[in-house]
């Protein structure tokens, strides 16, 4: 509450003290009058909005404004989860050496598969691809003559063609065969999910013996960018991070004293373009104070929520899921009211948490997309909220030629507050020297005497109406000179907020349309100027 302080007692008292002091009682030739200077007038009118003081705090840009009108403070952090963080692809190559003997009375016919999961407990059925390309190299003894055909059952290519490599033996061949927009429709067997290469070699019989039997094939898979994978992608720790967010604001604040909010809220916001059910859990969550050493574990009634799968369509249409956390299933509200200036969460999600072995599905240019939002509405009570702010004024400099202060009797300040704030402010101002040495106050009890009541508060903690209240100044001839001799160069503003009676404080609501009006007006009493 420092600015808010800071920015009524400041912003009021002191843009009417410096322009009555400074501005009003300007004598250049004191010589020049032998009569009684007497004045009276209005100064200043003065009006300060929520909005103004949402404005002297450096985190302005965390603040929010409901339909209401109430003002909360929020900050969030996301996360997120690729599709790479879903599944894995193996390996996909191949070096082969197959013996195509002439004079083996055999079908010279070869099959091999290549497995694409990584992970055993997932299964992929079908792939549409962005990009790949097949690198397909084959070598065959000199002296040997025929061809052969190398099939892949399970590839296709963007006309929907089988992917087939045919050539003639006794000359080397390589070949990269681009599936840019194919397909691939997978075999599984034993928690396997491949694609099959065979191999045909149709040998002639040599006239002279070849320098050897065996036929070399390498095959590799680059460039392999699925758009779309379909399958089961087992149970899987998809996301596994934690968030710490550190602020200002309460320090801003400065929560010396009890402040007390009445609600907050963390909802977490999860976008699954997934096609894969998410269960997403909140392991950790604490509020740090780290400048009083305090820490709050938060307890959540409820720390998961089960995301469901995405719906397949061009484009995919999310299932969006929400965890809210309030004050009614965690002790949330322990933790702001430690005025925290770190906060840290630890989130981790589980894909298919109930293994169900339904399909699945993922479209590489989506991904899960989360985000941890703390809404704090200013909906607070305090019994005594009490600080002390300084502001540099040289008195001496603002008054100027010492002979103005031989002819002042009084100075009267008449100040009228209208009050709609739901606050009652207090503020006692001190005079001090520029080592800290106090030197006077402006009213005369040590404890704060200036006393603005707040508006009329409902039921509900809103202001229905200002309150007004008049504070009346006086400062004699005595306390200006006693100022000014003493190199006046320091005010301490001790101030005081309260929301309803201090011994039974009411919860108030602070919204955007709460204003605090001042007008002060200024007598100015002097005697006979000498000759």
Known sequence: MKRIIQAVVLIIFFAGLQACLKDEIVIKDPMKFTRPLNLAAPIAKIQVSAQDLLEKIDTSSFFFIDNDGLIHFQMDTSFSAEWTDLIEFDDMSLTQSYDINPNKKVVKEFTDTIVINLDRSQRFDSLFLNNALLDLSVTTPNGLTGNYSISFPELFDDAGQMVVFNGPLGTPATESIDLKNGKMILSNEDGKSFFRITTVANVDVPTTPPTGTNMDVTMNMRNFEPEVVFGYFGKREVINQTQEMDFDFFNNFDFTELVQ????????????????????????????????????????????????????????????????????????????????????????????????????????????????????????????????????????????????????????????????????????????????????????????????????????????????????????????????????????????????????????????SYELKAKLSLEVKSGEISN
């Open 261 to 512: 909010f009445k609600d907050i809220r963390m909802d977490v916001t999860i976008n699954n373009y997934f096609g894969v059910p998410i269960g997403v859990y909140i392991d950790t969550l604490l509020f740090e104070n780290t400048v009083k050493q305090e820490v709050v574990p938060v307890s959540i009634d409820g720390d998961s929520v089960m995301v469901d799968a995405a719906q397949y369509a061009n484009p995919v249409i999310p299932s969006i899921n929400l965890l809210s956390i309030n004050a009614g299933n965690s002790n949330l509200i322990d933790g702001i009211n430690i005025g925290p200036d770190h906060i840290m969460v630890e989130v981790t999600g589980f894909v298919n948490p109930h293994e169900d072995d339904s399909v699945n599905f993922v479209n590489t240019s989506t991904k899960l997309e989360a985000s941890a939002m703390i809404d704090i509405p200013f909906w607070f009570k305090t019994s005594m909220y009490e600080r002390t702010d300084t502001i540099s004024l040289d008195f001496v400099k603002l008054i100027g030629d010492s002979a103005r202060l031989d002819y002042l009797e009084e100075i009267d300040l008449y100040f009228t507050f209208e009050n709609g704030f739901p606050f009652n402010i207090s503020a006692q101002i001190y005079l001090a020297q520029d080592n800290g040495t106090i030197v006077d106050s402006i009213f005369e009890d040590t404890e704060p005497t200036m006393f603005w009541k707040s508006g009329v508060i409902d039921n509900s903690g809103v202001v229905t109406s200002p309150s007004t209240t008049h504070v009346d100044i006086q400062m004699l001839h005595d306390k200006a000179v006693n100022i000014y001799r003493n190199e006046v160069k320091k005010l301490f503003i001790k101030s005081r907020l309260s929301t309803g009676d201090a011994e039974n404080p009411d919860f108030v609501k602070l919204l955007e």
